[in-house]
């Protein structure tokens, strides 16, 4: 098993487990390859969601640069929305999953050929 491999399985039993829903497995695959090598950096694979920061990059580099939304997308309420998926007091937020559920929120999918 590649090391991608052992991500995408720790990701799928997140979004199961954590945030209680069924993966698009296909689409979670590739958010996380997507996600380059920082998937493999204990800091950098996960989110700080309360962060302000962090999400303001998190809106400005994935969901305007990489999903092509506009500031009137709604984006501070799709992040919410994520959060409160996650679990607002889940510390551990990893970066691919919590794309994935943005990604789901907007109807993104198409960006990565899903």
Known sequence: MSKLDEKVGKYIDAVKDTCGLEPDVDLLRKITAACGPVIYQRDAETVASSDPDEMDRV???FLMKKLGL?????LDEGIEAAIETYGR???TKYRAVFYYLLTKHFGKDAVYGS
Request: avoid cysteine; hydrophobic fraction near 0%.
């Open 59 to 61: 809106k400005k580099n």
């Open 70 to 74: 506009s500031e009137s997308d709604k």
């Open 89 to 91: 007091s889940e510390r």
